[in-house]
């Protein structure tokens, strides 16, 4: 660790707690071996370490980093002290390289124990020593000793010993330039992930300042692509897709982290991430609404909706991501039968204004059949507007064929004349019904369309009964038909009459 390694503290060649008098002598020493390029090395170097780099520049500068308390502090809780003969005993370790031995005493006062007048100093000196670990178990041990420390009550006889008697501290502010010092040293080794791990055991106050520090970079990345991504979208909405893409490849590592970190009800959280993917999802709208003329954008627009819903929080966005959603699938759906509904719309609005005749009836089924089969074809038997379609139609068609029947059968008893054309309408009219019968249709659609169907069956069965009575006769020898012949039979027409109206109004 470069705040171990490079420690001012170190390059002077001094302990943390030396005095005033001790410091000057080293400086003019260690300034004086470097004028002469006389290469200079001290007791505690340690040689665990790697090599201290030493020029005259370097000395001065470290020398200046521990002039003032506030500066001494900072560096002192990356560097060793002696305050008691045990921090003697376990530096003597040290300086002879058995840094297991020195860690070994150190331990004997500091595991399990709380902060006290006298082993202060150990907890201190062990946290480095577990600092200068390459593990990150040791890394963390190291952190908790040095927070434990600042956080006690003995803090303050640590802070007299580095620096200035009269010098008082914030316990907090110490910590937070703590948390930073340790960050700029960790963040180009470890992932944000990593580096909460380490701080783990450590107090709310010390997990939320981590946060704002670990956070605050992410938040203004993620920001700051949000915009860009708005203005390049607003520029070109034809090719939005690949900078809705860009945005959640290259910043959800950094979104998943602040996810981690602050949890989804961080009110900053759900700001952020709605944000985010209302922005990729707007991508994927406006390249679909850019460019659904020309092509097939429902794909590409439907993969960054899909995106954005991983991220979104708030009710109110995921919401809005469910019904464009939708819509692209609705479109998706329709759009290679498109031709095929306009045609069958088209047929529908003209149909109601076509007069009431069975060719017509006829006409509209057989020029809809090929559209409601391709229709068929590539939705499937049993998809909704498929049935809803087919189903339209059908309708159209049957009420047509009702209300010919019904007008034919009006005012029989008046003329003979309709009278004697109403078979062939009833027939033409169930080739037409049979027709429809070949059409998917759904459930009500279906029954009503059997109901009326067996009606008109019924009104031929009863006009063919009527014609074998009429035409079955015995003659009589002298005998001729009266213009009252045949009327009898009129009564089940009648009755056929009321029963298909009925059903007609049910249909309708």
Known sequence: MDLIISNPYRIAGILSNAS?????KQKTKIKAYSRVGKEVQTEYDFKFLDDVNRNEEIIERAFAKVEQNSDKVKHALFWFLNANPLDQTALEYLKDGDEYKAQEIWKKVTDGKEINVKNYSAFNNVGTCHLMSSFKIDIKKGIEAKLKLIESDYFEN???EVADKTYSIDSQKQVEIFVDELLDELLPLY???EINQLFNGCNSFVRKYLTSKLTEGPI??????IETTKIKRRDNRSIAYQHGLTLYTGN?????ALKSML???DLKYKMLADNMANEIAQCGIDYFKANKDLSDPSEKGLELLRYAQSIAVGDQTCDRLV???EGIQEWSKTAPIKDDLNFITERLKVFQNLADTIANAKKLMLDCKPKLDRIKNILGPQDQLYLNVSGAVVNNALGMIIDIVNEAQSGLEYDRAKLMRLPNIVSSAIVVVRGLGTLDMDG???RRYSDNKATILSIESQLRSINGQSNYRSPSPGTSSSSDDGCAPWVYIVGGIILLIILANTCS
């Open 20 to 24: 005033e008098r001790e410091i000057q």
């Open 158 to 160: 640590f802070v007299h």
């Open 191 to 193: 992932s944000d992930h």
């Open 220 to 225: 203004h990345i993620i920001e700051t692509a």
């Open 252 to 256: 959800l590592n950094d979104i998943n």
């Open 263 to 265: 949890g989804t009800n």
């Open 323 to 325: 019904e464009n959603i």
């Open 444 to 446: 009500p659609t279906r």
